[in-house]
């Protein structure tokens, strides 16, 4: 069982960065493939990027790549996505997963159903 929060969120203006991060519980955080989400209002939730459970490989959205990292310290059970350049279409709450279902995976999980934990999400505003 892992049980995730997100923190870090808030509002800036284009062109600036934030770091949001996801602190896990549970023993097993460090075996699990992680991955942040995002869900503007009326749309649905759309993959960001992802993480495999040893930080060796990563994954994005088009629409993120080159602008946003994702990383990992798994001494401190916490994943972290680094926002750089945020754009106005990046408002959004943000959501941390936990794949959970296939531990030491070295395929990056890109889609929702691959996650069987969730947080409860940060929102993230960005304002032109």
């Known amino acids: 069982q892992v049980q995730l929060v997100e923190s870090g969120g808030g509002s800036v203006e284009a062109g600036e960065s934030l770091r949001v991060s996801c602190a896990a519980s549970?023993?097993?955080?460090?075996?699990?493939?992680m991955g942040w989400f995002r869900q503007a209002p009326g749309k649905e939730r759309e993959f960001v990027a992802t993480?495999?459970?040893?930080?060796?490989?990563?994954y994005y959205a088009d629409s993120v790549k080159g602008r946003f990292t994702i990383s990992r310290d798994n001494a401190k059970n916490t994943v972290y996505l680094q926002m750089n350049s945020l754009k106005p279409e990046d408002t959004a709450v943000y959501y941390c997963?936990?794949?959970?279902?296939?531990?030491?995976?070295?395929?990056?999980?890109?889609?929702?159903?691959?996650?069987?934990?969730w947080g409860q999400g940060t929102q993230v505003t960005v304002s032109s």
């Open positions: 549970g023993r097993t955080f460090s075996s699990n493939n």
């Open positions: 993480i495999t459970w040893s930080g060796s490989r990563t």
């Open positions: 997963a936990a794949q959970g279902s296939r531990p030491y995976s070295s395929v990056p999980a890109k889609a929702l159903y691959e996650y069987n934990y």
